[in-house]
């Protein structure tokens, strides 16, 4: 019986201490702690990764841990979700296998015949998501959506949701997260903002008044490149998040214990890792931009941005992604690609290795990327080396 009370006490008495001083707590801080469970056992300073799929019922029918079959809950799920939930200053957060499955459970959560508008940079593999699965189901727009002129002209009577993500991928817009839910209020349209470029490190949506946040988690959470993982995070536990959750726990796209496990741990570093990616980020941003071989350079940290000052007002840092496109077309930017040495020619982002793509042949025939622009992920080499591989493959 005294160990069956000691299983459901859920909070280590550093989580209760959160929840009483949260407001001067500092995300370093939540980012080791909130994710983490001394073990009652043995004392083992770092959560056991639990890796068994069910969970034993007591004589009496229930499950005293509160687990039950993994699909639906495991405890080092319960500890990445409640990191999630601090770290964006949410109400709850509801993790998944990748962050396309995390899009997919916001789409299946909606009523039939609801309308999105989305912005028209949305991340490709989601944009097609909705393009290619939720025909007949959901109405869908993609657009401008910074033009407010005409994001009210597309407000139907059945528009649910305006989806959002910003600093978009691959031209690093920026929405004006304010403005926007500004609108959609005025409506009664929830907002959901990806964030996975930005981190809770450099932007935190829902203190701006977003009703739902989403975060490819295999980007900068992951931050080692050697995990998928997505996640979900509200600020109310409503009947719309009741439904995203029974998508969770009936879909089961749900992340493994290890990988649960493993982006828990790479989380607790995630400050410290975003603080050097802005960093040289911001200083590679300013060396492209005086490059004579560069064209254009789109980076949110830079003056030069068309909404540098709406990104200052909504972010703390401008993250660790930026686009350039090349004078001379096409073939110069894959011949520098070509060149570059310590960036690695692949897909994906967040990691701390730096990585360098061509854009348009990632998005296919349909792409509206332009063809001379190449996409980089800053990494956490020393940035004199960077710039010295970029110095090297320009010339
Ligand atoms: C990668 C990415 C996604 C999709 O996440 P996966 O983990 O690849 O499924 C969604 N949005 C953005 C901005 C991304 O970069």
Known sequence: MGKTAKKT?????????????????????????????TDEKTGAVIQPI???????????????????YSRSANPNRTMLEKVLTHLEGGADAASFAT????????????KPGTHIIATEDMY????????????????????????QAEL?????????????????????????IKSTISIARQHNIKVACDNTFATPVCQQPLSLGADLVMHSATKYFGGHSDLTGGALITPVKDE??????QVQEMGGAVPSPMDC??????????????????????LLAEFLLKHPKVEAVMYPGLPAHPQYEVAKSQMSGFGGMLSFTLKDGEQEAKRVINKLKIFT?????????????????????????PLNLLRVSVGLEHIDDLIADMTQALD
Not at 52 to 60: C, G, I, K, P, V
């Open 9 to 37: 006490v859920a909070l280590t008495p550093f989580l209760i201490c959160l929840y009483k001083i949260q407001s001067i707590m500092h995300i370093e801080t939540i980012a080791i702690h909130a994710g983490n469970q």
């Open 50 to 68: 639990v890796l068994s799929t069910t969970f034993e019922r007591a004589e009496d029918g229930s499950f005293p841990s509160g687990y039950s």
């Open 99 to 110: 962050g396309n499955a995390a899009g997919m459970a916001v789409f299946q959560s909606l």
């Open 124 to 147: 490709h593999g989601l944009r097609n998501q909705i393009k290619n699965l939720f025909v007949g189901i959901l109405e869908f727009d993609f657009i401008e959506v910074n033009d």
């Open 152 to 176: 009210k002209r597309r407000i139907r009577p059945n528009t649910g949701l305006i989806w959002i993500e910003t600093p978009s991928n691959p031209l690093l817009k920026i929405t004006d």
């Open 240 to 245: 719309w998040w009741q439904k995203i959750r």
């Open 261 to 282: 496990y493993l982006l828990a741990r790479s989380i607790k570093t995630l400050p410290y890792r975003m603080r050097g990616h802005v960093h040289n980020a911001q």
């Open 345 to 369: 020619r692949a897909t994906s982002l967040g990691g701390v290795e730096s990585l360098v793509e061509h854009r348009a042949s990632v998005e296919g025939p349909d792409t509206k990327t």
